[in-house]
């Protein structure tokens, strides 16, 4: 048999198994040859999940050209190869709303995301570490040389971190490591003598806090919080 007809049988058989192995998502994105989205615009309902489907030779992904307010894409798939089937991970997070995405392996090959007002979208689930500074008066902290902060987390290894913000650069505060509990709780991050000092000159301070949690197998998650004490 000549081989490309066998690459194409081989597709097509690809094709029908997919049809079954879609059925977790509300919608499919797909591929086809060459290097191309099938449809320019995939229209779904608020809430939905999506799919990736795969009916080219090449490998694609799915990656949202907008991002969160963590600098991420607000949806994207893993790279499928030919043959394959994946989930479009934060589809059912969307409003209504109109979402270009492209794939990363192949410049140019792009198509949208129509989400329509129907439906409801689903909850983002909460950060795993959180951090706000519950200090307000900066000469209480110049005089106890201590920035009291809120943590919230998940059981995790915490390091936790602050600085003054200066015309050039910044002032580092202090920094300890805790291993946390769970839960909600009160740190009072201990000032350095000359982080003290250096305040002590100052009528105000922007001061900004950094927790991050490494979790059990290495994965790592970061907060940052920000205020000025006067």
């Given at each position: 048999?000549?081989?490309?007809?066998?690459?194409?049988?081989?597709?097509?058989?690809?094709?029908?198994?997919?049809?079954?192995?879609?059925?977790w998502?509300?919608?499919?994105?797909?591929?086809?040859?060459?290097?191309?989205?099938?449809?320019s615009?995939?229209?779904?309902?608020?809430?939905?999940?999506?799919?990736?489907?795969?009916?080219?030779i090449?490998?694609?992904?799915?990656?949202?050209?907008?991002?969160?307010?963590?600098?991420?894409?607000?949806?994207?798939?893993?790279?499928?190869?030919?043959?394959?089937?994946?989930?479009?991970?934060?589809?059912?997070?969307?409003?209504?709303?109109?979402?270009?995405?492209?794939?990363?392996?192949?410049?140019?090959?792009?198509?949208?995301l129509?989400?329509?007002?129907?439906?409801?979208?689903?909850?983002?689930?909460?950060?795993?570490?959180?951090?706000?500074?519950?200090?307000?008066?900066?000469?209480?902290?110049?005089?106890?040389?201590?920035?009291?902060?809120?943590?919230?987390?998940?059981?995790?290894?915490?390091?936790?971190?602050?600085?003054?913000?200066?015309?050039?650069?910044?002032?580092?505060?202090?920094?300890?490591?805790?291993?946390?509990?769970?839960?909600?709780?009160?740190?009072?991050?201990?000032?350095?003598d000359?982080?003290?000092?250096?305040?002590?000159?100052?009528?105000?301070a922007?001061?900004?806090?950094?927790?991050?949690?490494?979790?059990?197998?290495?994965?790592?998650?970061?907060?940052?919080?920000?205020?000025?004490?006067?």
């Amino acid at each position: 048999m000549i081989p490309a007809v066998r690459r194409g049988l081989a597709i097509v058989v690809a094709v029908l198994l997919l049809g079954a192995t879609a059925a977790w998502a509300d919608e499919t994105i797909t591929t086809r040859p060459t290097n191309s989205f099938a449809s320019s615009v995939t229209t779904i309902d608020q809430g939905e999940k999506v799919t990736l489907t795969n009916y080219d030779i090449a490998d694609h992904d799915v990656v949202s050209e907008k991002s969160g307010d963590d600098g991420k894409p607000l949806f994207r798939s893993e790279t499928v190869s030919s043959g394959g089937s994946g989930p479009v991970v934060g589809t059912e997070y969307l409003t209504t709303g109109t979402y270009p995405f492209f794939c990363s392996l192949h410049p140019g090959m792009e198509a949208t995301l129509e989400v329509t007002s129907a439906g409801t979208p689903a909850q983002r689930p909460q950060p795993g570490v959180s951090v706000k500074i519950a200090s307000r008066d900066l000469q209480r902290v110049v005089e106890t040389g201590k920035l009291k902060l809120r943590v919230r987390s998940v059981k995790a290894k915490l390091t936790i971190g602050a600085r003054a913000k200066k015309r050039k650069g910044s002032i580092a505060l202090g920094s300890k490591t805790v291993n946390w509990d769970g839960g909600k709780g009160r740190v009072r991050l201990k000032l350095s003598d000359a982080a003290r000092k250096a305040l002590g000159k100052r009528k105000k301070a922007t001061i900004i806090a950094t927790v991050t949690a490494t979790h059990p197998g290495g994965h790592t998650e970061r907060s940052t919080a920000r205020r000025t004490l006067d």
